[in-house]
């Protein structure tokens, strides 16, 4: 089996590679950006007549929140034109595709973890062209995974998680706001959960209507305020750490204020085995 992976060197793509030597019943082939630019249809074209995958993970995205909102141009061309251009050669070369979607997707405006046929309404450009790029799939073909995730954090790339460590190794305080509340993703929980996909989704007894939008993410909830309390607990770090409400933290995109993810469909078809939030956090180490 040969899986291809975008974005090899953002904090997913990293993720894949870590644990891929764990699956040698699979042919990994990892692209950077500069290896497979999913902006140029030529390049997706030359990639795939290179090494015709049978599954690619899209892990390349622009995930930039805030700074979409300045470039969403970017954000576009990437999340949407990128996401469209592997679904037409993932058509045109009879391959399926695992593309990695968010909770941005949402405005927040739930009380109960939202289901996969809850209905979007994406409040910042980020969220928009993800929802866009989904669409853009769903418009060209069939064989498809979206895997809408939220939180994702790793010991790999930038993410909240190492933020928070540097920032506590800098400073003796810090605020955090306690009123958005969703669940932390652990990187590596993630990757495991697309390779699941890609080994067993064959064994399917109707493949057809298992194809779709699956959210994962780890199990529970929390705020960012307690995401951050526990790191630094787990970390050893002592920190005067205070919680804040959203007001007090602006931001040039809108967060979600309640992005929990119902698993119950990934769970049902895929078997998969989703580690609470605080024990996957302690399984992470710098």
Same mark, same amino acid.
């Given at each position: 089996?040969?899986?291809?992976?975008?974005?090899?060197?953002?904090?997913?793509?990293?993720?894949?590679?870590?644990?891929?030597?764990?699956?040698?019943?699979?042919?990994?082939?990892?692209?950077?950006?500069?290896?497979?630019?999913?902006?140029?249809?030529?390049?997706?074209?030359?990639?795939?007549?290179?090494?015709?995958?049978?599954?690619?993970?899209?892990?390349?995205?622009?995930? $930039? =929140? *805030?700074? %979409? +909102?300045?470039?969403?141009?970017?954000?576009?061309?990437? &999340?949407?034109?990128?996401?469209?251009?592997?679904?037409?050669?993932?058509?045109?070369?009879?391959?399926?595709?695992?593309?990695?979607?968010?909770?941005?997707?949402?405005?927040?405006?739930?009380?109960?973890?939202?289901?996969?046929?809850?209905?979007?309404?994406?409040?910042?450009?980020?969220?928009?062209?993800?929802?866009?790029?989904?669409?853009?799939?769903?418009?060209?073909?069939?064989?498809?995974?979206?895997?809408?995730?939220?939180?994702?954090?790793?010991?790999?790339?930038?993410?909240?998680?190492?933020?928070?460590?540097?920032?506590?190794?800098?400073?003796?305080?810090?605020?955090?706001?306690?009123?958005?509340?969703?669940?932390?993703?652990? $990187? =590596? *929980?993630? %990757? +495991?959960?697309?390779?699941?996909?890609?080994?067993?989704? &064959?064994?399917?007894?109707?493949?057809?209507?298992?194809?779709?939008?699956?959210?994962?993410?780890?199990?529970?909830?929390?705020?960012?305020?307690?995401?951050?309390?526990?790191?630094?607990?787990?970390?050893?770090?002592?920190?005067?750490?205070?919680?804040?409400?959203?007001?007090?933290?602006?931001?040039?995109?809108?967060?979600?204020?309640?992005?929990?993810?119902?698993?119950?469909?990934?769970?049902?078809?895929?078997?998969?085995?989703?580690?609470?939030?605080?024990?996957?956090?302690?399984?992470?180490?710098?």
């Amino acid at each position: 089996m040969v899986v291809l992976v975008t974005g090899a060197n953002g904090q997913l793509g990293q993720a894949l590679q870590s644990i891929s030597g764990n699956h040698p019943e699979i042919d990994f082939i990892f692209c950077s950006s500069s290896d497979l630019d999913i902006t140029k249809k030529e390049s997706c074209e030359a990639v795939f007549l290179k090494y015709k995958p049978n599954y690619c993970i899209n892990a390349a995205a622009y995930t $930039a =929140v *805030d700074k %979409a +909102e300045s470039e969403p141009e970017k954000a576009y061309l990437i &999340n949407v034109k990128g996401a469209k251009n592997l679904a037409e050669v993932c058509k045109e070369y009879g391959t399926i595709l695992l593309h990695i979607s968010t909770d941005f997707v949402f405005d927040g405006s739930n009380k109960i973890a939202y289901k996969e046929e809850d209905s979007p309404n994406p409040t910042g450009v980020y969220g928009l062209t993800k929802l866009q790029g989904e669409k853009a799939i769903q418009e060209t073909f069939d064989n498809y995974f979206i895997i809408r995730t939220s939180w994702v954090y790793s010991q790999f790339a930038n993410n909240f998680m190492k933020t928070m460590l540097r920032l506590a190794s800098e400073r003796d305080s810090l605020s955090v706001v306690n009123d958005q509340i969703g669940t932390p993703t652990n $990187a =590596v *929980d993630l %990757a +495991e959960a697309l390779i699941k996909i890609c080994t067993t989704h &064959n064994c399917q007894t109707e493949p057809v209507e298992v194809f779709g939008i699956y959210n994962f993410s780890n199990e529970g909830q929390c705020s960012w305020y307690d995401f951050a309390k526990e790191i630094f607990e787990i970390n050893n770090v002592n920190i005067n750490l205070n919680p804040i409400p959203t007001t007090s933290f602006p931001t040039p995109a809108k967060r979600p204020a309640y992005s929990v993810l119902d698993k119950t469909k990934i769970k049902k078809f895929f078997q998969v085995e989703i580690k609470d939030w605080k024990e996957s956090l302690r399984t992470c180490k710098i």
